[in-house]
């Protein structure tokens, strides 16, 4: 009798924690879906630009499956890479092919090379023509590692800057800090300002430790100013601790706010460019521009392996800034349910 009215006890509760079901039944499948989308998409192909070659080998290229573009001069072809819409270039200098690779993917780079190096040697008729082979990004012995290294950094520093600003501000909720606080007539805005500032600080350092390690311990491929990397760091950090500030607010216990990661955490990962988007279904690569993660993690791949400066990556700056000012501006709305001012 006693394990029953135990087991029937925890049955009730289960039935009146929605959001405990939610996780138990439907967070596995979402997660579950997102992997079949993301594995089971469409084909990707390798984008190749030429550059005034022979016709067979540009037909030997799309037989091959690649998307092939034609230009009429290196430096258009050039521009339209910078712009990452070219995995590789073919021309012909002095009768002899000559490949460069964007480089910044590895595996991207290995398979659009691949594909050339068979293609000239069908269209040479097996004559032993080795194409010269050349990189505008990155380098020949660019480890897998080192392309998904600056995406991993900013995944770390998000996703447990959203755990510690989740767990420590619901701490000062059910403390009844918070509420002692509001009891004095200090303003929502000075409050949330506060907040941020003491946990930033912690933030900051944290974002900080992950770049130096990543960089000059694990010897991370590192081609732009580690400044940059240490502002869209610490610019992630703080959309994670605006979020995680408040998705705190909806949250009743710690329990709670791990319930968040697999609705906020995993799609970020997902969507951060650690997979290749292109292999996506073309409606579902749409998400991935209301993830703040994919843009910081696009501005460090493109400090870190292109060696990009501010001028490039302003718009996943100016992005990240408007995520953390809209959570921010959300918190001082939330806690109107605390004590309206």
């Known amino acids: 009798m006693r394990t029953r009215a135990l087991a029937v006890r925890i049955i009730r509760q289960f039935i009146r924690d929605k959001r405990t079901l939610a996780l138990l039944f439907a967070a596995p499948l979402l997660v579950l879906t997102l992997v079949h989308f993301v594995f089971n998409g469409q084909t990707v192909k390798p984008h190749i630009g030429t550059v005034q070659v022979p016709a067979p080998l540009t037909e030997r290229l799309e037989q091959a499956g690649a998307d092939v573009r034609s230009f009429d001069t290196a430096e258009q072809a050039e521009a339209e890479m910078r712009k990452g819409k070219l995995d590789a270039i ?3 200098r002095g009768g002899v092919p000559s490949i460069l690779l964007e ?3 590895p595996s991207v780079s290995k398979a659009a090379l691949l594909a050339i190096q068979q293609t000239v040697q069908s269209v040479a008729g097996g004559a ?4 010269a082979v050349s990189y505008m990004y990155g380098k020949e012995s660019l480890t897998s590692f080192d392309s998904f290294g600056p995406v991993l950094i900013g995944f770390f520093s998000f996703f447990f ?3 510690l600003a989740g767990v420590a501000f619901l701490r000062e909720r059910t403390t009844g800090t918070l509420e002692r606080l509001l009891a004095t007539p200090i303003r929502r805005t000075e409050l949330v300002a506060g907040y941020l500032s003491g946990f930033g600080l912690f933030a900051l350092l944290q974002a900080a430790l992950i770049a130096w390690f990543a960089v000059d311990v694990l010897g991370l491929y590192m081609e732009g100013s580690i400044w940059l990397v240490l502002l869209v760091n ?3 950090t703080m959309t994670a601790l605006t979020l995680g500030t408040l998705l705190s607010s909806f949250a009743g216990n710690e329990f709670q706010i791990i319930q968040f990661i697999p609705v906020v955490i995993v ?10 988007l292109d292999a996506m279904e073309p409606w579902l690569q749409n998400v991935s521009y209301v993830m703040p993660l994919y843009y910081g993690a696009d501005a460090l791949r493109g400090i870190m392996i292109r060696g990009e400066g501010l001028g490039d990556i302003w718009a996943d700056v100016l992005v990240l800034l408007g995520f953390s000012a809209a959570f921010a501006l959300l918190n001082v709305l939330a806690l109107k349910k605390q004590r309206p001012i």
Do not use: A, E, T
């Open 90 to 92: 073919v021309s012909v």
């Open 103 to 105: 480089g910044s993917d």
């Open 128 to 131: 032993g023509v080795q194409p």
């Open 161 to 163: 800057v959203f755990l």
């Open 234 to 236: 610490l610019l992630l």
């Open 267 to 276: 799609p970020q990962f997902f969507f951060s460019g650690l997979f290749n």
